[in-house]
């Protein structure tokens, strides 16, 4: 028997008795495409439906767990439980009733800190399935065994923050960098022209695309150890979510907006990203 602590335990019956056993040796996360809290999920589980999952996580991160995760769950066809006795914990998550807006911040966390918790409990490995029976973190649209007949599941924004977000938040909170850690070397550079690039290219990208990765984590390393910038968006891509820091930062300096009111616009310029690098140990060039 596996219970997660930070859930909490709405017990599915009669599956819990009668399911048979897994070895669980993936995640697979999903979109219920219902704005459902954990409560509501179970009531739908135990009247509607049996094709349940091992979790459900609500908009603001509150989980609730239905079948411990060594009793196989139905909603991830023959990742349900292989011949081997290995099988898939299945997460849903709380989204609209088209599946097409993105995880919240709060379900991001929980996702994260739930991925590690099967790392750490049942030796889920650190990367992304590679195939249908791998070992590792997926969502439901990555292969065909995992569903009948196909499935759109998650939906497309939130299949981008799997690769972009939370896949590496997971490693990372696992102990496992997902990226080369910034300024390895001593006082590294980073190019203006690159930056300035990168801000205005990266937020038509795919959630966390980048232009210029490995200067955008200098800067956005910066921006966190000043207070501006949630570590989990510290991921090379000068999107929307860096924006909002980068003017946060320039008002520090002492710019505001053209005109009276209006923020700082939060594209770097070379003074307020030399101040930014003096302070946060970068160098600036053109
Ligand atoms: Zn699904």
Known sequence: MA?????????LQPEAREQPK???????FHSIVAPWDEHRLYAYWKNSTSLESHFGVDFDGSIGQYLSTTTRADANYQANLRADGSGAISVETASNTKASDPWTDEQLDALADLGVWGHRTH????????????????IHRMFPQWSPSGTA????????????????????????PAA????????????????????RRDPG??????TYKAEGLVVETALYREGLLAKRWIDGSLGSRTR???SEWQEKCGYRGRRPGEPADGHFGRD?????GQKHGFRVTA
């Open 3 to 11: 219970w997660y602590t930070e859930a909490v335990r709405l017990e």
């Open 22 to 28: 897994i070895r669980p040796t993936q995640v697979i």
């Open 123 to 138: 030796g889920i490995q650190l990367r992304a399935c590679r195939s249908g029976s791998d070992s590792g973190y997926g």
């Open 153 to 176: 599941c998650p939906g497309e924004k939130r299949a981008a923050q799997f690769r972009a977000e939370l896949l590496p938040e997971i490693l990372k909170r696992a102990g496992k």
């Open 180 to 199: 080369p850690a910034p300024g390895g070397t001593k006082n590294p550079s980073v190019s203006l022209r690159h930056i300035q690039a990168a801000q």
């Open 205 to 210: 990208l795919p959630q966390g695309g980048t």
């Open 244 to 246: 909002p820091a980068v």
């Open 272 to 276: 307020s990203l030399t101040r930014l």
